[in-house]
């Protein structure tokens, strides 16, 4: 392929080897070992994010430690690091290349843009530097300017069998889109490339991302092209993308494929797809297809169709609703929106129905001894604002931090409700008195899901509460009592409250370095270490890949010897998305007393289901929080860090939710 395709740039007028340095064969990157003294050197550099040491193992004699230091750049956005990458770019070795533009990518600083055009080699009639030059056109997408943009999105003499350059272009592309650029020329080839099987599965699954990801592809015109794939497509991967870009379309004849595509009963998460999709249909005109989610025995699915209801349902579903309560048989993931959408629809002059909603969610929540089913019915008690005693009582009655949590949000949104000022009259009503001394309540025992929320909520609003409470003293007070690095999540909460009352610039903390790799655990261990999760669901068998991420897998297995994973919950569950684990409170909000480093490799990433990720609430405060994809999520790519995948258990994550609990996890032999 000739660069003139590419960027538009005039045809260099020498031979390939008067204009490029030799290139040499090596062997694979992955031929290192993690007891190799050298290796545990730039490892360490890296996460003291010591730039000088990694900068001296650029120059080193042996390839693999010229990969290893590169690649280690790519774990953290060091700008000024631009320049001694750009030197390897011209390395012997293609796979030095390869390293040295893929942290280009990474850092995403726009000075790497000029240097990877220049690397790009315009003439490859070996094939030689193929891989080179599809990575340096993903990592245009992560650096590159409008006119880069433009020129990549132009190519259109591509054909099928030109699989690297084509997936190339795509993901330069989508990285750009990413980024919020976008190139509408580029529009028709992306739908071709995602509807049409005649090109590669990678290729075509970046392409079905655009589709689905970017509302700014007007999917209306190519209906028909993408109806076809819907029913066509063999991938379930591709095929989940094309039915949300499908559904985007938003008219008559496009609920009614999806009807139909539903029927079919077709993978969990294309369902899944189809009936989050329903969304776009904002009238009430999805009801029907709702209506059936919410039976559908797929707690996954059945939760959308609750949700469609919760966002656009009216007073004319609220019978159709009240009917499928009475008959029975929800799981309280789903029953709890149910409840919440009814609350929503029904009019205020209903009274003694709305009363009896509301005393049957109290009584449910009375009931229920499972702390996340009581979070998930009292999250429905903001719709009506005189239970907002009810609420601290219960939560004065709970010890679970999920309660206390979700009674500081509810409170706080009920103080929001239209409703409010209307049945607390007045300036001084004493409601005010009684909301703060709560909230100072949560500051005196550091609810750290709570202090979150309080700084969210004040951020935004500056209602009457504000000048009861006084969020500015009290949030300095709470930050006093806040233990660091555990508690840097809600520390950087308070702090961007106080630094936009007080009209100046945040100062976040990141988390310095207080955690080194432990390297006994990992040295009688092999390249895969083989983990089994077991839940009161079942059991899910887990790779990890201690090679691409020592720090994040030696930490997993402590914690896994240490029997910390022991009774935790699924705090967090978005379908179709990632099911996540391992806090110590149990609310997101947990984490331990000290912090690991991001770990970063252009060898895994999330461009598959099963992926094994960290939980974080910014750069390097990844601990024992931790993740599992449903399904591919390039988007998540270089921003988390991936240590391992699953290699069996779809059937129990499919039926997995908040509250479930995670029994053991054990390393097998």
Request: glycine share 6%; net charge positive.
């Amino acid at each position: 392929m000739m660069m003139i395709r590419i960027l538009g740039f005039a045809m260099l007028a020498c031979s390939l080897n008067s204009c490029f340095p030799p290139i040499e064969n090596v062997s694979s990157s992955l031929e290192y070992s993690l007891k190799d003294p050298v290796v545990k050197q730039i490892f360490e550099a890296r996460d003291k994010r010591n730039s000088d040491s990694l900068k001296l193992f650029l120059n080193n004699e042996q390839a693999k430690y010229r990969i290893l230091s590169a690649e280690a750049f790519g774990s953290y956005h060091d700008s000024t690091s631009v320049h001694v990458l750009s030197e390897l770019l011209l390395d012997p070795f293609q796979e030095v290349r390869q390293a040295a533009v893929w942290a280009l990518g990474q850092i995403g600083h726009q000075s790497a843009e000029k240097e990877l055009i220049k690397a790009f080699i315009p003439v490859d009639s070996t094939g030689l530097f193929l891989k080179t030059n599809m990575m340096i056109l993903e990592a245009l997408g992560k650096c590159g300017g409008d006119s880069t943009l433009q020129m990549i999105c132009n190519v259109k003499s591509y054909q099928s069998k030109d699989t690297a350059y084509i997936l190339g272009q795509i993901l330069s592309i989508y990285r750009f889109g990413l980024r919020g650029k976008f190139c509408a020329q580029s529009f028709p080839r992306l739908v071709e490339y995602a509807t049409q099987r005649k090109y590669s599965d990678e290729a075509r699954l970046i392409a079905a991302h655009c589709l689905q990801r970017f509302k700014e592809i007007d999917t209306k015109p190519y209906f028909d092209l993408i109806k076809s794939a819907c029913y066509e497509e063999k991938n379930p991967n591709v095929r989940m993308c094309l039915v949300t870009a499908l559904a985007r379309v938003g008219s008559q004849n496009a609920l009614t494929e999806l009807e139909e595509l539903y029927r079919r009963g077709l993978d969990q998460r294309i369902q899944v797809n189809i009936i989050k999709g329903l969304q776009n249909f904002k009238t009430g005109n999805a009801s029907g297809l709702a209506l059936k989610a919410i039976q559908n025995p797929s707690i996954h699915v059945a939760y959308l169709g609750a949700q469609y209801f919760l966002e656009n349902g009216n007073e004319l579903h609220e019978e159709a609703l009240g009917a499928i309560l009475q008959q029975g048989g929800l799981s309280w993931q789903v029953k709890s929106v149910v409840y919440d959408a009814i609350l929503r629809i029904v009019p205020g002059y209903k009274k003694l129905t709305r009363e009896i909603l509301i005393n049957q969610i109290k009584g449910l929540v009375a009931s229920s001894k499972n702390p996340y089913e009581k979070s998930a019915y009292l999250k429905c008690l903001w719709r009506d604002p005189k239970e907002i005693q009810y609420l601290i009582r219960i939560a004065e009655q709970s010890p679970a931090a999920i309660i206390d949590l979700t009674t500081t949000e509810t409170i706080l949104k009920s103080t929001k409700h239209p409703l409010f000022p209307v049945i607390y009259k007045g300036t001084k009503n004493p409601i005010y008195k009684i909301i703060s001394t709560h909230l100072q309540s949560a500051i005196a025992k550091s609810d750290l899901g709570s202090l979150s929320i309080m700084a969210e909520h004040f951020y935004q609003e500056s209602g009457l509460l504000k000048y009861y409470f006084k969020p500015d003293s009290s949030f300095k007070e709470a930050m006093k009592l806040l233990s660091l690095p555990r508690d840097v999540e809600t520390y950087n909460d308070l702090e961007k409250y106080l630094a936009k009352s007080g009209k100046r610039k945040a100062n976040t903390i990141i988390p310095v370095f207080n955690h080194p790799i432990n390297w006994s655990l990992l040295a009688e261990k092999s390249d895969t270490i083989s983990v089994e999760i077991e839940t009161d669901k079942g059991v899910l068998e887990l790779e990890l890949y201690p090679k691409f991420a020592p720090g994040t897998v030696s930490n997993f297995i402590d914690l896994i010897q240490k029997d910390f994973f022991k009774d935790k919950f699924v705090h967090r569950f978005v379908p179709n998305f990632v099911i996540q684990a391992g806090c110590p409170r149990g609310d997101g909000y947990g984490s331990l007393e000290y912090t690991i480093r991001m770990e970063s490799s252009r060898f895994l990433n999330f461009q598959e289901e099963g992926i094994l990720g960290m939980a974080s609430a910014g750069a390097d405060t990844e601990c024992s929080q931790f993740f599992i994809s449903f399904s591919p999520a390039p988007h998540l790519d270089g921003h988390y860090s991936v240590f391992g995948k699953m290699i069996k258990g779809n059937d129990v994550m499919s039926i997995m939710n908040v509250g479930d609990k995670i029994l053991s996890i054990k390393l097998k032999t």
